[in-house]
């Protein structure tokens, strides 16, 4: 649909970057209009994570090419793999319900999605615009404290722009994690998780708690309903959103309209500009969201919405700091295992753990902890409340001395 488009102004995020001295040279694969969770939506074809990948390669040289590979996870892959590999120092991405963190996750990488409104949506191509927020993949804590730095703030073209004055986040090399009071849900331990993550969550947990951090288990009791939730919410903001796509404005429109008429153009032009996972999110949010249907769907899922965020602020007030997690059920799974289930069950599956953030429109952190039987990355996530970015960020770098992840080194040539 925007192949060729070009658009007409520069997101701000970016606007930050540059005039802060970044060197912006790219844009990344992704999952078209952020609708996956492995990076294989992309009218550009698949992106290939870099961790497991020689594992696969048939031949040599130019000739070379893989019989298999491992996902980088979705919607983000491409910025995730830009930076595992060491292209560039930093990505951005966007996270709607983990589009950052699970990317992340699965190619070894520090991926933050802020607190919404910390960072201005002006020039982010909107999926679901109460929940969408633009991510950071880096590799250290460090440098994902570099940029949101940068890039933070507020912006009077994005409405949703949070306009107070946050000073800048600082990594402390004295933060003591002693008496910081930290949760772990019960709900995020599910049905289908690999072994291997619950008992690296359980060993990082131990070591928090040996590291003075206050550490024990604690309930959201509608997380289990944040994917059905989601499901319903998205797909309404999605036909929303997608209806300014209609071949008159701008992006694609057919040359060759079936029916001789304003409805033939854009019933042409959407089927041929959309794929079939957006083709089918426009339809299943218009279903939702008829007459007859709206109070029984999209009503309902806002109530959840509301109690889900509600089950998050009893958490802070309760006196927690941060909540630990798992980001997701496994590490990188084969393309060939992936496809195995299709686009929207794999969404159910992929987004369990973080979701629920986004719901919320708070901070969440995905944190590399270590390589799994197979030398996969391993990794977990930290999640806060609203503007709490900085306690975030310097208990995810203690936690980054601690385990000290084993991140890929380029081989001189």
């Given at each position: 649909m925007?192949?060729?488009f ?20 790219g ?51 491409g ?5 595992a ?38 020039g ?27 890039v ?16 800048p986040v600082?990594i ?18 599910c049905p289908?998780m ?11 947990s ?28 998205n ?12 071949g ?13 008429s ?30 007859e ?16 965020s ?5 958490v ?5 700091d ?31 753990c ?33 503007f709490?970015e ?21 081989i001189?040539r």
């Open positions: 925007l192949q060729n070009i658009p007409p102004y520069t997101a701000r995020v970016v606007e930050k970057l540059i005039g802060a001295g970044a060197i912006v040279f844009k990344t694969n992704m999952d078209e209009f952020g609708m996956g969770c492995g990076t294989l939506e992309s009218i550009f074809g698949p992106t290939k994570n870099v961790w497991g990948l020689e594992e696969y390669r048939i031949g040599g040289g130019e000739l070379s090419s893989f019989s298999d590979w491992r996902i980088p996870g979705g919607s983000s892959g910025s995730a793999v830009a930076v590999s060491g292209i560039c120092f930093a990505a951005l991405g966007s996270d709607t319900g983990g589009s950052t963190r699970n990317p992340a996750s699965y190619c070894g990488l520090i991926g933050l999605k802020p607190t919404y409104g910390l960072l201005s949506r002006h982010l191509i909107p999926l679901v615009n109460s929940m969408d927020v633009p991510g950071i993949l880096t590799r250290t804590v460090d440098d994902c404290a570099t940029i949101l730095n940068v933070k703030g507020f912006d009077e073209n994005d409405s949703t722009s949070f306009e107070g004055n946050l000073p600082q402390s090399p004295h933060f003591s994690l002693k008496g910081v009071r930290i949760g772990i849900p019960d709900e995020f331990s289908g690999d072994p291997e993550v619950i008992q690296c969550w359980k060993d990082t131990d070591i928090l708690e040996k590291s003075g951090a206050c550490v024990s288990p604690m309930s959201l009791p509608h997380t289990k309903y944040s994917i059905a939730c989601y499901g319903v919410l797909p309404c903001e999605v036909a929303s959103n997608m209806a300014r796509y209609d008159l404005r701008y992006g694609h429109r057919t040359p060759h309209p079936k029916l001789n304003t409805q033939g153009l854009y019933a042409q032009t959407r089927h041929e500009g959309f794929n079939h996972v957006v083709r089918g999110r426009i339809l299943a949010g218009n279903y939702f969201l008829l007459k249907n709206y109070d029984k769907y999209f009503m309902q899922a806002l109530k959840i919405r509301r109690l889900i509600m089950d998050f602020e009893k802070w007030h309760s006196g927690f941060l909540l630990f997690t798992p980001v997701t059920l496994s590490a990188a799974p084969t393309y060939s295992d992936f496809i195995q289930l299709d686009n929207r069950t794999q969404t159910s599956v992929q987004d369990y973080t979701q629920s953030a986004n719901m919320a429109g708070i901070p969440a952190l995905s944190l590399p902890i270590k390589l799994n039987s197979k030398g996969l990355p391993l990794s977990l996530q930290l999640i806060g409340p609203m709490s900085p306690k975030l960020l310097n208990v995810a770098k203690c936690i980054e001395r601690i385990v000290d992840f084993p991140q890929l080194k380029s001189p």
